[in-house]
């Protein structure tokens, strides 16, 4: 029996471990009891349970296993913790649980495992019971699958995954059990619910007869989707939507969409095992499959079919096997092996998927032109094959190779080719089919539906059809406006019987088709028939000039346009329609044209036309001009009226008025007529003539402008080269260039033939007149504008002289923007057009410039010689082969993509063992990608990865090579192609360490640039986890550099889904730094602007505030909606407006219409999301060495809301006049608009600091002259910089101090002291600071001597961090190796030590020898006291302290308006009268000029009469900061009170006793007026922190400091202990302190009390005395609770600890006892359970035998008194109050309880008796003894109250009196020496009352104060030995009532004291006692330092003695009383 109590009395925890099973049952049985009811899921109980429940579920008694089970439950399913344990719990269910006969206990481990995957564990608890089925208990493996199919059942397979599962299943299906067989169907049964035919491939080997049962139960079941039906805590949203469908009557309302999303769709190939292939082809393969005989290489291929069969094969180095089977498809002769071959390509392709992608480019050609065979097996064995290499890669990626077969002769492969692209247009999707992709399939398409072949034409057909449905009529119809309507018809009749892969996708191509039939359809339908027509004619018999119009490329551009019309407003469209339709009018003869003319001409005019007389043909043409001005353009025939024009002598003519308006009617006719390409035929050569006519020249130009206007710019320019240079005149050409040069300006890019112009410019660079150079070299840089640097390429192989004018001229354009078009089409498309796709044709009309260069097709010199010769073994044959390859590259500059067998031959060279070969390799490569350019994409898969694993080269200079080249190919290929499929990934998982970082580092660089990414960059994290946890710590690095990156494109979700395969340390890991990264996570670049490629749309259109597609992208940096511009005054349409309609002539007269507005436009909330976007990382920070564009291109973009356009077009303008301009234009209005320059003042300083980059001084003066005004305009305005200006402002301008010239300089340094007025001081020197560690040594001098000033201006609080640190970094430059920056230095440093002494050594720490004897003797030399030196600076620097003062009132803003107030009354006062200081000399820090406004310091003091004497009861304040108290910040930094007051409290810690005593003072200013006191409201703990600190750090670091005046310290201590008197006095604020900080705070005091050091110092007695006054205070004030806890925690550490003083430990039960005495009136404010708690903590380390070892019994007297004292006022229901203690049976508390409940239940009897006894006893006398016994007991315990003291102490006088034998020994025996001698004290105070030997009524005897300073009582907290000399201890308040009995007799007048508000008042409320001992403290402290400084400055006494003569303590009273009678004669011969 005695084994059963020894365990029932254990705690929980304990039983559970027990080696007894009953004991264990019991403790899971409480253990589920108390799972239950733990409220709290992150209760700190759980986590005691962590380690145990893996044994509450092994139990190996069957009957406590269940139990414990149960209790494994609960805890899973309520604990916060449990997933640390899912791994070994379920581990310990699989194994120990799962075996159990009883069927409950296996139902509870299942339902154990389902609750860990609710818990989102379902990874770890899959992983286990997939260990499970390999136990060979098949009881296990039962349970194990039957767990997983109820966990797929109830979670679904979204949560479940399954492949593991499936991977399993077959082997399950061979077991030997029929129970798991059993099972296993079952499970295969509810995979396929999930997952559908998907379940088949994997399962399709095994048993038959199996497979056979499965199908039959698959028929079974339900076709509805399944639904989850338990879901993970995660997605409790989801289970209330489920839970609310059942409710609503089952899934009959949603579940259609619902089961969508819950299932989702499982590709059956995820599912698969990879199959190795390659180890396993035949051994002779590759000899086989060469064989002459066609039965061995059928053998051959038969083998790798059956291999290529496995639905899924391992990915591997494929290239020889595919290259083989390639040769047969292409070269093979026997057809059967053909098709074989393709059927062994399609299983590769389908097996190896995304894989294959990388060989799909050199099989496609062959296969395509394997077509040619006409036997259907063979042709439906290679379209199998090439469909299925069609889904391993895309479209682009073949698009070169299946255009290039569009154009063979043969038919079928032209049908074929055709079907094959229809087949692939139908997985692609709208969005993949770009523009750049349908033009030249479109076009090549086109061709074959005009192909005699009818299956060619069919094959075309269908392929368009497809196209259109796919893409949708709208992207497809551009490309068709040539077909005529039949064809048309036809194309769309295909496309309705269309049938796309995806469902989806109908839908949305029908959609869009329906969307906008008529805009498409007008321009096709118009311009069809004549566009055939000539087309036609063209091909047979056009002149060469017009041949380009022909081209492919040439029609579908004008269809391009056409549309873009048709899509844009109505009016449009109609011009469009017309133009089209008219654009080729049939030729008219000159009949017919006579006659339409003299339809609209008058009869005297068409006569005259030709006559002699040079007047009548002058008259003739104005009648014709009027004629034409009055024609409606519906009758205007043009081209009748052009040819009248042409009539004899038409062009030829010899008068130029006439040929004046001539060329001017043409111009009219095109303006208003009809006017098509063929009156333009008419009239262009006549034109062209006349162009380079001194007087006819300019009419020629408008003529031709307005043809093009009519017939389109590309058309006319065209043809007005090819006519100009057809000719001889230089004039004619130079002119015509220059007027293509202002045309193309006025019209845009859009549609130019860049290639057509080339050769004419060509032609013109070679002419000998100078003018046609230069003109073709205008024209050059205008077409730069657009085209950009490639243009540049065409002409590489011109002489170098003509070379370097071209380059002058393309760098005068460079930076330019090219103009917004503002005729011809693109001008009404600007607005109105898709704006979307108007870009998109932008683009790519830039892009056509690099499909213009000629590209040479270089794989006919790719010989097999040359492949064989780079592959030889010798290395110098394989360089020469390389050498070869180079040279053919450089000599065809520009080659097709085609490079035959070179690819595999470079890619082999990349392994190649000599590093020389493999860079060769590299730069070959990197040759080959300029070479190719973009299309350079296809040969990514198969070189660009090689190039990359190249990164892990073990050399550092082959890894740099790889990474060149890897950026040139990234530069013309984006990024795409390298991140789809697996690749990148796969490289990532080698463990290289160098490929790893680099790899990395490549992707952390290129992937913040893209917008989008392919999914399959999602491969890479689970590899960039492992590279976070890396051994190579520069791997680690790189993946977390990496990280935000993945993450701003994959989505932290997803990145912390991937974790789950982790283990549990390395995912908490990687968590952690997820979360990081989170917060640095940029945000995805904004979409580039259409204009940015500036093809033809101008700026305009990105700056219009339309809410048009570009704009949203050009804001998009912004992140601003644009309604946000609109508000801002409209400004943003208003530039549009402008740019749209500006014609150069009247540009000057738009400028000055736009220049009436204010510069600085204020948007609301602008500058505020600026900021924050900045924060969010949304934008750029302002942050660089030097400027690059995308930080130009982001100010602009902001600086477009809020700053006038024209200014900003200054602002940003290549020249520096435009700065100067822009920068005196923001002078101008700096004062008229300061809201504004506010408002935009993160933009102008950002402005201001590109500037300082440019290296033009007139611009820098300007700026920083600038700057100078601004700053003081900020000043006026009391603005504060924000951090975020500062940031991106003040580091640029410390670079500036730098500079040679002098002059800068100064105005830098001159501009730094501004800031300082709008920015606190102590940030600026951090800045500063960073200044001094530039290389510029005249930089680092300059900041040391402004540092410096900051520190004399500014005092030692400016230095940051610290002023130790700031001194140490300062020293370091004493070293250095520049002359002038040693001297600044060391003089920044002696002007430290003249404001702070020689504490300055202390903060240097240590220097090197020889700095220190230079720093030494520097300061010797300087010879300054630190007085004269203040004196000094004064003087030196009256403005810029003066400055200062004046500044700090007005640069508070907001509430801190309150705290100021006080300090500004101070310092007006201190202006009224000279030197009238108020505060004590020792707190103003030797500062006193500063305050002083006058800037004069007085010596003398002022004379005695200006004081009254009864100063002597003024109380002192504690010295009110007066100077720019700590530092400018506590005055300006800030603009609300919190902050205020966290700096200042962070002051009260600094090391420095100057600036704690100056925030001391700041605070005591608070916490005495009421009004204000709130303001510390929520700081409290954070101040009291900031005071221990500092007691810590007198106690441990400044007492110890020899060199430190004591005085100081003292006072120091005299600060903290005042305030926190104040701080005490009110009881809102001393209830907010903490336990914690309490605890920390007693110790603080305590340590201080018992501190030797302070008790020998003179004024140490008054301190400690101070300082018990606080305790009591503390302990009175605080939060009851809080205190009572930490003095128990405290007390339990003091026993703890071993150095710790038996003394402290006293101290601290003293202190318990004095809360005991005060529980019968707090018991109900307190938390009880709380304190219990802390009393059942400190039993349980101090068990009541550990306490009976303690020297002293105190610790367990104070203890059980504790408990007693509670149980007493509690009664039973104490043991209410145990909530909080875990386990109450095993604590002793709980026993103690009950014991002293017990106790005095027993003892209730006999007190009833006493009581009434002693009611009895107080009227009647019959019992003397327990009469007095009770008498004096009741006296003493009114002593030790509070309240009633004084009343207990009369008693005591009166009892003692009456009864003079009475013994009072007993009671005062067990009290503290201390009580002792106060109650002696008092009574001897009383009787001297009573005496009357002082005349003082009796009330007065013990002053309130006294009262409470003094009460000692047994619990008081002051130690025995405290006391006078007398051993008693004397208050301050008897003092004061001394000096007010020696007033009395003086015939002074005490009533004075209350005009005065007593120091109470200030401090909290006036019915508070008390604090006036505080302050007499410090009155004491204060007049006997000042009476120091007296007597060293040898004056006078004055009025301050009178302070002393109130305050000061002596030890003995009769000396003190003489000493005051001394000081009073002194006073009155004085006043004499």
């Given at each position: 029996m005695g084994d059963d109590s020894e365990w029932i009395k254990l705690p929980i925890d304990q039983k559970c471990e027990h080696k007894l099973w009953k004991a264990r049952l019991n403790g899971y049985e409480e253990a589920l009891k108390l799972f239950e009811k733990i409220d709290d899921e992150k209760s700190p109980e759980w986590s005691k349970y962590l380690g145990l429940i893996k044994k509450f579920v092994i139990d190996s008694n069957a009957v406590a296993q269940l139990k414990g089970l149960e209790a494994a439950l609960a805890y899973v399913e309520n604990a916060h913790v449990a997933g640390k344990t899912t791994g070994e719990v379920v581990s310990g269910v699989v194994n120990k649980v799962f075996n159990q006969p009883k069927v409950r206990a296996k139902e509870l481990g299942m339902d154990i495992c389902l609750t860990f995957i609710e818990i989102e564990k379902g990874e770890v608890v899959q992983e286990e019971l997939l260990k499970g089925l390999d136990n060979k208990n098949p009881k296990i493996i039962v349970a194990c699958i039957e767990t997983l199919r109820r966990a797929l059942s109830e979670f679904g397979s979204k949560i479940i995954p399954l492949k593991p599962i499936i991977k399993v299943l077959p082997k399950l299906f061979e077991s030997r059990e029929k129970a798991v067989r059993d099972e296993a169907k079952l499970l295969a049964v509810e995979i396929y619910r999930w997952i559908r035919d998907a379940l088949r491939p994997p399962l399709q080997n095994i048993n038959s007869v199996q497979l056979k049962d499965l199908e039959e139960e698959w028929v079974k079941l339900p076709s509805s989707a399944p639904k989850q039906t338990r879901f993970l805590r995660s997605q409790q949203e989801m289970k209330a939507k489920f839970e609310q469908q059942q409710a609503a009557g089952g899934d009959a309302d949603g579940g259609g969409d619902d089961g969508d999303e819950a299932v989702p769709q499982v590709d059956a190939y995820e599912l698969l095992e990879a199959v190795e292939i390659l180890s396993k082809l035949p051994k002779d393969f590759y000899d086989k499959i060469e064989a002459k005989k066609w039965q061995e290489r059928k053998e051959a291929l038969e083998a790798v079919e059956v291999l290529v069969k496995n639905p899924k094969l391992e990915a591997g180095d494929y290239a020889d096997l595919v290259k083989e089977l390639k040769k047969v498809v292409g070269k093979d002769t026997n057809v059967m092996l053909v098709a074989l071959a393709a059927k062994c390509l399609a299983g590769l392709a389908t097996g190896l998927r995304k894989k294959f992608g990388q060989y799909a480019g050199h099989v496609v050609p062959t296969i395509l032109e394997k077509f040619k065979e006409k036997k259907p097996q063979v042709v439906q064995a290679l379209q199998e094959a090439i469909d299925a290499i069609f889904l391993t890669t895309t479209l682009q990626n073949l698009s070169e190779d299946i255009l290039a077969v569009m154009d063979n002769k043969n038919p079928t492969i032209k049908q074929q080719t055709s079907l094959f692209i229809a087949r692939s247009f139908r997985h692609c999707t709208p969005s993949t089919f770009s523009k750049g992709l349908l033009k030249p399939f479109c076009a090549a398409l086109l061709k074959h539906i005009n192909d005699p072949a009818p299956e060619v034409r069919d094959a075309a057909f269908e392929a368009l059809a497809t196209a259109l449905k796919v893409a949708g009529e709208k992207a497809v119809n551009p490309f068709l406006t040539d077909v005529d309507k039949l064809k048309l018809d036809r194309i769309k009749e295909c496309a309705e019987k269309v049938e796309l892969t995806g469902g989806g996708k109908v839908g949305g191509g029908a959609d869009r088709k329906e969307s906008r039939p008529v805009a498409g359809k007008a321009p096709v339908l118009s311009g069809a028939a004549g566009d055939k027509d000539t087309k036609e004619n063209v091909v047979k018999s056009g002149p060469p000039k017009k041949a380009p119009a022909a081209k492919a490329g040439g029609p579908p551009k004008k269809g391009k346009q056409a549309a873009a019309g048709g899509g844009g407003s109505a009016g449009t469209k109609g011009k469009k329609g017309a133009e089209v339709k008219e654009i080729f009018e049939p030729e008219l003869s000159i009949e017919v044209c006579e006659e339409k003319a003299s339809a609209v001409l008058p009869a005297s005019c068409i006569q005259q036309l030709d006559s002699g007389n040079w007047k009548e043909r002058l008259a003739c043409m104005e009648e014709f001009q009027k004629a034409v001005e009055l024609m409606d353009k519906n009758e205007m025939p043009c081209q009748a009226l052009v040819r009248m024009l042409a009539k004899k002598p038409g062009w030829k003519e010899t008068n130029f008025q006439v040929m004046q308006i001539k060329l001017r009617i043409v111009a009219l006719v095109a303006q208003k007529g009809t006017f098509s390409k063929t009156s333009a035929q008419i009239v262009l050569d006549g034109l062209v003539d006349k162009i380079g006519d001194v007087k006819c020249g300019n009419n020629a130009k408008e003529a031709?402008?307005?043809?093009?206007?009519?017939?389109?710019?590309?058309?006319?320019?065209?043809?007005?080269?090819?006519?100009?240079?057809?000719?001889?005149?230089?004039?004619?050409?130079?002119?015509?260039?220059?007027?293509?040069?202002?045309?193309?300006?006025?019209?845009?890019?859009?549609?130019?033939?860049?290639?057509?112009?080339i050769s004419n410019v060509k032609t013109a660079l070679a002419a000998t007149n100078p003018a046609v150079r230069t003109s073709a070299i205008t024209l050059l840089g205008v077409l730069y504008l657009y085209v950009g640097p490639s243009l540049r390429m065409f002409f590489e192989d011109e002489k170098p002289a003509l070379l370097s004018q071209i380059d002058a001229e393309f760098e005068k354009m460079q930076g330019q923007t090219p103009p917004a078009p503002s005729r011809g089409s693109s001008r009404h498309t600007v607005g109105a057009g898709d704006d979307g796709e108007e870009g998109e044709d932008q683009e790519e009309a830039g892009n056509d410039v690099v499909d213009l260069l000629p590209r040479a097709d270089i794989s006919d010199k790719i010989t097999s010689d040359l492949v064989s010769k780079i592959g030889d073994k010798n290395w110098k044959i394989r360089k020469e082969g390389l050498d070869e390859v180079a040279s053919i590259i450089n000599e065809a500059k520009f080659i097709q993509p085609s490079i035959g067998e070179l690819a595999p031959a470079l890619k082999s060279r990349l392994n190649d063992s000599n590093k020389i070969l493999v860079q060769q390799t590299l730069s070959i490569l990197q040759q080959l990608a300029i070479a190719i350019g973009p299309n350079i994409k296809q040969h990514v898969k198969n070189l660009g990865i090689s190039i990359i694993t190249i990164l892990g080269d073990s050399k550092s200079n082959v890894r740099a090579a790889s990474l060149t080249t890897i950026?040139?190919?990234?530069?013309?290929?984006?990024?795409?192609?390298?991140?789809?499929?697996?690749?990148?990934?796969?490289?990532?998982?080698?463990?290289?360490?160098?490929?790893?970082?680099?790899?990395?580092?490549?992707?952390?660089?290129?992937?913040?640039?893209?917008?989008?990414?392919?999914?399959?960059?999602?491969?890479?994290?689970?590899?960039?986890?492992?590279?976070?946890?890396?051994?190579?710590?520069?791997?680690?690095?790189?993946?977390?550099?990496?990280?935000?990156?993945?993450?701003?494109?994959?989505?932290?979700?997803?990145?912390?889904?991937?974790?789950?395969?982790?283990?549990?340390?390395?995912?908490?890991?990687?968590?952690?730094?997820?979360?990081?990264?989170?917060?640095?996570?940029?945000?995805?670049?904004?979409?580039?602007?259409?204009?940015?490629?500036?093809?033809?749309?101008?700026?305009?259109?990105?700056?219009?505030?339309?809410?048009?597609?570009?704009?949203?992208?050009?804001?998009?940096?912004?992140?601003?909606?644009?309604?946000?511009?609109?508000?801002?005054?409209?400004?943003?349409?208003?530039?549009?407006?402008?740019?749209?309609?500006?014609?150069?002539?009247?540009?000057?007269?738009?400028?000055?219409?736009?220049?009436?507005?204010?510069?600085?436009?204020?948007?609301?909330?602008?500058?505020?999301?600026?900021?924050?976007?900045?924060?969010?990382?949304?934008?750029?920070?302002?942050?660089?060495?030097?400027?690059?564009?995308?930080?130009?291109?982001?100010?602009?973009?902001?600086?477009?809301?809020?700053?006038?356009?024209?200014?900003?077009?200054?602002?940003?303008?290549?020249?520096?006049?435009?700065?100067?301009?822009?920068?005196?234009?923001?002078?101008?209005?700096?004062?008229?608009?300061?809201?504004?320059?506010?408002?935009?003042?993160?933009?102008?300083?950002?402005?201001?600091?590109?500037?300082?980059?440019?290296?033009?001084?007139?611009?820098?003066?300007?700026?920083?002259?600038?700057?100078?005004?601004?700053?003081?305009?900020?000043?006026?305005?009391?603005?504060?910089?924000?951090?975020?200006?500062?940031?991106?402002?003040?580091?640029?301008?410390?670079?500036?101090?730098?500079?040679?010239?002098?002059?800068?300089?100064?105005?830098?340094?001159?501009?730094?002291?501004?800031?300082?007025?709008?920015?606190?001081?102590?940030?600026?020197?951090?800045?500063?600071?960073?200044?001094?560690?530039?290389?510029?040594?005249?930089?680092?001098?300059?900041?040391?001597?402004?540092?410096?000033?900051?520190?004399?201006?500014?005092?030692m609080n400016v230095c940051q961090p610290t002023p130790g640190k700031a001194l140490k970094e300062m020293a370091v430059h004493i070293g250095d190796r520049d002359n002038t920056v040693r001297n600044a230095a060391l003089n920044t440093i002696v002007t430290v030590y003249n404001v702070h002494g020689d504490q300055v050594f202390k903060l240097i720490g240590n220097l090197s020898e020889k700095d220190m004897s230079m720093l030494e003797e520097r300061i010797k030399r300087s010879a300054k006291r630190p007085?004269?030196?203040?004196?000094?600076?004064?003087?030196?620097?009256?403005?810029?302290?003066?400055?200062?003062?004046?500044?700090?009132?007005?640069?508070?803003?907001?509430?801190?308006?309150?705290?100021?107030?006080?300090?500004?009354?101070?310092?007006?006062?201190?202006?009224?009268?000279?030197?009238?200081?108020?505060?004590?000399?020792?707190?103003?820090?030797?500062?006193?000029?500063?305050?002083?406004?006058?800037?004069?310091?007085?010596?003398?003091?002022?004379?005695?009469?200006?004081?009254?004497?009864?100063?002597?009861?003024?109380?002192?304040?504690?010295?009110?900061?007066?100077?720019?108290?700590?530092?400018?910040?506590?005055?300006?930094?800030?603009?609300?009170?919190?902050?205020?007051?966290?700096?200042?409290?962070?002051?009260?810690?600094?090391?420095?006793?100057?600036?704690?005593?100056?925030?001391?003072?700041?605070?005591?200013?608070?916490?005495?007026?009421?009004?204000?006191?709130?303001?510390?409201?929520?700081?409290?703990?954070?101040?009291?922190?900031?005071?221990?600190?500092?007691?810590?750090?007198?106690?441990?670091?400044?007492?110890?400091?020899?060199?430190?005046?004591?005085?100081?310290?003292?006072?120091?201590?005299?600060?903290?202990?005042?305030?926190?008197?104040?701080?005490?006095?009110?009881?809102?604020?001393?209830?907010?302190?903490?336990?914690?900080?309490?605890?920390?705070?007693?110790?603080?005091?305590?340590?201080?009390?018992?501190?030797?050091?302070?008790?020998?110092?003179?004024?140490?007695?008054?301190?400690?005395?101070?300082?018990?006054?606080?305790?009591?205070?503390?302990?009175?004030k605080s939060d009851q609770t809080n205190i009572l806890s930490a003095l128990l925690v405290l007390l339990q550490d003091s026993l703890l600890a071993t150095a710790s003083s038996p003394k402290f430990s006293e101290l601290v039960m003293k202190c318990l006892w004095r809360m005991v005495r005060l529980l019968p009136e707090t018991i109900n404010t307190i938390n009880l359970d709380r304190i219990m708690l802390d009393i059942h903590i400190f039993m349980k380390v101090f068990p009541k035998e550990k306490l009976k070892q303690c020297k002293s019994e105190f610790p367990i007297r104070t203890l059980k008194t504790l408990i007693h004292t509670l149980c007493k006022l509690k009664g039973p229901k104490i043991l209410d109050h145990l909530t909080m203690i875990d386990n109450k049976n095993e604590s002793e508390l709980e026993a103690h309880l009950c014991r002293v409940m017990k106790h005095s239940l027993d003892q209730t009897g006999s007190k009833t008796d006493k009581g009434t006894e002693k009611g009895a006893s107080r009227i009647d006398e019959k019992s003397p003894k327990a009469k007095v016994n009770d008498i004096l007991a009741e006296i003493f315990k009114k002593i030790g109250s509070k309240e009633n003291t004084k009343e207990g102490l009369a008693e005591l006088y009166e009892y003692k009196k009456k009864y003079s034998d009475a013994d009072i020994e007993p009671f005062l025996k067990n009290s503290s020496q201390f009580f002792q001698s106060y109650v002696e004290r008092g009574l001897r105070l009383i009787e001297l009352e009573r005496e009357g030997k002082g005349r003082i009524p009796s009330s007065t005897g013990v002053s309130p104060q006294m009262e409470v300073s003094c009460i000692p009582a047994p619990t008081n907290t002051v130690s025995s030995s405290i006391g006078n000399s007398n051993g008693e201890e004397v208050g301050p308040s008897v003092y004061l009532e001394r000096l007010k009995i020696l007033r009395q007799r003086c015939g002074l007048d005490n009533a004075k004291q209350e005009d005065r508000p007593p120091l109470t008042s200030q401090l909290s409320k006036p019915s508070v006692p008390t604090v006036a001992s505080s302050t007499d403290m410090l009155h004491s402290k204060l007049s006997q330092l000042r009476e120091s400084r007296e007597q060293y400055q040898h004056i006078d006494m004055d009025s301050n003695q009178t302070h002393s003569s109130g305050t000061t303590t002596s030890s003995s009273t009769a000396s003190n009383i003489d000493d005051l009678k001394k000081r009073l004669e002194r006073i009155k011969s004085s006043r004499k």
């Open positions: 031709l402008t307005a043809i093009a206007e009519a017939c389109q710019l590309p058309w006319t320019a065209e043809q007005v080269m090819s006519m100009a240079f057809s000719q001889k005149n230089p004039k004619n050409q130079s002119e015509t260039l220059n007027w293509l040069s202002n045309a193309i300006k006025e019209f845009g890019f859009l549609g130019l033939n860049v290639k057509a112009f950026n040139a190919w990234t530069e013309q290929t984006g990024m795409k192609e390298w991140l789809e499929g697996e690749d990148l990934s796969e490289e990532l998982k080698k463990e290289n360490p160098f490929l790893r970082q680099e790899l990395l580092g490549w992707l952390a660089e290129k992937l913040p640039t893209l917008r989008t990414v392919p999914s399959d960059l999602f491969f890479c994290v689970p590899h960039l986890y492992s590279c976070l946890e890396d051994r190579n710590g520069d791997v680690r690095k790189k993946a977390q550099d990496a990280l935000p990156f993945f993450m701003m494109h994959l989505g932290f979700e997803k990145m912390a889904k991937a974790t789950g395969k982790l283990k549990t340390a390395s995912k908490d890991q990687v968590l952690t730094m997820l979360e990081k990264a989170k917060a640095n996570m940029p945000a995805k670049p904004a979409p580039p602007k259409a204009c940015s490629r500036a093809a033809g749309a101008a700026p305009a259109k990105c700056q219009t505030a339309s809410g048009s597609g570009e704009d949203f992208m050009a804001s998009s940096v912004d992140t601003k909606p644009d309604p946000k511009k609109a508000k801002a005054g409209g400004t943003a349409p208003k530039t549009k407006g402008i740019q749209g309609k500006k014609v150069p002539s009247k540009s000057n007269l738009k400028e000055d219409d736009d220049r009436s507005g204010p510069v600085f436009v204020i948007v609301p909330g602008g500058k505020e999301q600026r900021m924050k976007d900045e924060k969010g990382l949304k934008v750029l920070k302002w942050n660089f060495t030097t400027p690059r564009d995308e930080y130009i291109e982001q100010l602009k973009t902001q600086m477009s809301s809020c700053i006038a356009k024209w200014l900003q077009d200054e602002m940003f303008h290549s020249d520096f006049q435009h700065h100067n301009k822009a920068i005196a234009i923001m002078v101008d209005h700096l004062e008229g608009e300061k809201d504004g320059v506010i408002s935009c003042l993160d933009l102008i300083l950002k402005w201001v600091t590109l500037r300082f980059f440019d290296t033009n001084t007139s611009v820098l003066m300007k700026a920083l002259e600038y700057l100078k005004l601004l700053f003081t305009m900020l000043n006026q305005e009391e603005y504060h910089l924000t951090e975020i200006e500062a940031n991106s402002f003040i580091p640029y301008l410390v670079l500036k101090v730098g500079e040679p010239k002098d002059v800068i300089r100064r105005d830098v340094r001159a501009i730094l002291n501004r800031m300082c007025l709008v920015y606190p001081a102590s940030k600026m020197f951090t800045f500063i600071m960073e200044g001094t560690k530039s290389k510029n040594s005249k930089q680092r001098a300059e900041c040391l001597e402004e540092l410096g000033c900051l520190v004399e201006s500014y005092g007085n004269a030196a203040l004196a000094k600076q004064v003087e030196e620097k009256p403005q810029r302290i003066q400055s200062v003062s004046a500044n700090t009132n007005m640069l508070r803003k907001g509430p801190v308006e309150d705290m100021s107030s006080k300090l500004n009354q101070a310092r007006n006062m201190s202006g009224h009268s000279e030197a009238t200081h108020t505060v004590p000399r020792e707190f103003q820090l030797d500062l006193d000029e500063i305050e002083n406004d006058n800037g004069t310091v007085r010596c003398e003091m002022p004379a005695l009469v200006q004081h009254k004497l009864d100063d002597i009861l003024e109380p002192v304040l504690i010295p009110e900061p007066k100077i720019r108290a700590v530092s400018p910040h506590f005055d300006d930094m800030h603009s609300n009170t919190a902050s205020t007051i966290n700096f200042v409290i962070s002051q009260v810690a600094s090391g420095d006793i100057n600036t704690s005593i100056q925030a001391l003072a700041q605070i005591d200013e608070v916490l005495r007026q009421e009004d204000k006191a709130e303001a510390m409201s929520g700081h409290i703990d954070q101040f009291l922190i900031a005071t221990f600190m500092q007691l810590r750090l007198i106690y441990n670091t400044h007492m110890a400091d020899e060199k430190l005046d004591k005085d100081e310290i003292v006072k120091l201590y005299s600060c903290i202990i005042g305030n926190m008197i104040s701080l005490f006095q009110i009881e809102s604020l001393a209830r907010e302190a903490s336990a914690g900080v309490l605890k920390d705070l007693m110790h603080g005091l305590i340590t201080l009390m018992l501190d030797s050091r302070v008790e020998d110092l003179e004024e140490g007695q008054q301190v400690i005395r101070s300082v018990n006054l606080l305790v009591v205070k503390v302990l009175e």
